[in-house]
């Protein structure tokens, strides 16, 4: 495809008329806000969803995690009957594929798992027509959407599609990756520049067309492999110079140099800007997107996949150190403070804290009092290893080590004489 160049495109050249009507596939973390923002736009919104539970909160109004302002925007669009959720799939102008695209195993054997996108695509075509427009949003490896197409073509041999009519076909296909971070999601799908990844330069206009609607920010147009590739590159691309900052980390570990102090003076440097060294790397994006890269390009990808376990280790490294400040107590009682992978969310996927905190618990190093003050209760897998949520006071009070996981604000305020007596490792730098 001849891509539109690297101009931004005016909307005003699109119509939006024919977008009256959105399906969004996945009432995830991606999915829900993206739904509530097009029918705060007075869009007609079907949220899918496979969770029955996702669905009756949904359509009580009640986001199913936590996010700022998004209850106030869910309830206010529900009510207004813009928004509803469903477990069936049903008609539409356009479908927005929200799905989660996890990683099967970890480490090095680690590898994309894009059934979900699969399984969103045998759902949609049935209900597909003439007209309609198709945009992937979930992070991918580079070829999904082409593997979307044919699984539509394959499914509607009534229907054409773009890797058979190109700018004629009748569907118009694309990937549009989000790029939105937990915390500011509402204001990242308004303000953020998109990448649009048409697989014809029709495609990449009609999805411009519909983003358009909420969109404020920047938008480039591109080619579909593109931009699944550019979602991946940029989280790589973080992946690697925290891995740096981790390394570091190590070194200075070994030659007893504090890090914070070496990386603040290095960053004095006008061309310099190392970012901070902590306990791994979390999230749905930073933790997993890499590995999509390193899956399909294993030769050629050797920076990215030795990053990736550089930052993959950081958790076991933090449990030898606990370990060998624990075996110094005679009963070590220990403080973690966070679970989540960022600070003040409440959301906790592929968080190194838990890791190391499931790692401490199998290996009895000690008592572990267990502080997140953004999640009701813990974790299934930690529950069944004895853990239970504690009060931040008290569990400063009793600990005589404190490991500091996570860089909550309510945790930087605290009184430093409390921490005098205690063996603190502070995997943040804040203290």
Not at 312 to 322: E, G, I, M, T
């Amino acid at each position: 495809m001849e891509t539109a160049g690297h101009q931004a495109v005016s909307w005003r050249h699109f119509s939006v008329s024919n977008y009256s009507r959105i399906v969004v596939v996945g009432l995830g973390y991606i999915g829900l806000p993206t739904a509530a923002v097009f029918a705060d736009h007075g869009l007609e919104i079907v949220g899918v969803d496979v969770n029955p539970r996702v669905v009756d909160s949904v359509n009580r109004g009640r986001p199913h995690f936590g996010e700022p302002n998004l209850d106030a925007l869910v309830r206010r669009v529900v009510e207004s009957g813009k928004l509803r959720a469903t477990l069936e799939m049903e008609p539409g102008d356009a479908f927005i594929i929200a799905v989660p695209t996890p990683l099967v195993s970890h480490g090095a054997e680690a590898r994309p798992d894009i059934s979900y996108v699969e399984e969103a695509a045998k759902a949609i075509a049935p209900v597909l027509a003439p007209g309609n427009l198709v945009i992937l949003e979930s992070t991918s490896p580079v070829g999904t959407t082409e593997m979307l197409a044919s699984i539509f073509a394959d499914s509607r041999p009534d229907l054409t599609f773009p890797p058979q009519r190109g700018e004629r076909a009748q569907v118009q296909i694309a990937h549009c990756p989000e790029r939105v971070l937990p915390g500011n999601i509402l204001d990242e799908v308004v303000n953020n520049a998109r990448v649009i990844g048409g697989m014809t330069r029709k495609c990449a206009h009609a999805a411009l067309g519909l983003y358009r609607i909420v969109v404020r920010g920047e938008c480039r147009l591109t080619n579909a492999r593109t931009a699944e590739l550019t979602k991946l590159t940029e989280n790589a691309f973080r992946d690697v110079n925290i891995a740096f900052a981790n390394e570091l980390s190590f070194i200075c570990d070994r030659l007893k140099i504090n890090v914070w102090e070496l990386i603040r003076l290095a960053n004095l440097h006008p061309r310099v800007n190392i970012l901070q060294p902590g306990p791994g790397v979390g999230g749905h994006c930073i933790a997993v997107d890499p590995w999509f890269i390193v899956a399909t390009n294993p030769d050629e990808a050797r920076l990215i996949r030795g990053a990736r376990l550089i930052n993959d280790s950081k958790p076991a490294y933090v449990c030898a150190r606990v370990a060998a400040r624990a075996a110094a107590l005679k009963r070590p009682v220990i403080a973690c403070l966070g679970l989540t992978y960022k600070k003040d969310v409440d959301d906790l996927r592929e968080s190194p804290a838990v890791t190391i905190v499931r790692q401490l618990a199998e290996e009895q190093i000690g008592e572990l009092l267990v502080v997140e003050p953004n999640i009701a209760e813990l974790p299934a897998d930690l529950r069944d290893l004895g853990l239970q949520l504690h009060d931040f006071d008290d569990a400063l009070e009793r600990a005589n080590l404190v490991l500091l996981l996570v860089d909550h604000m309510s945790f930087l305020q605290i009184d430093r004489e409390v921490l005098n007596d205690k063996f603190v490792i502070d995997t943040r730098g804040i203290w």
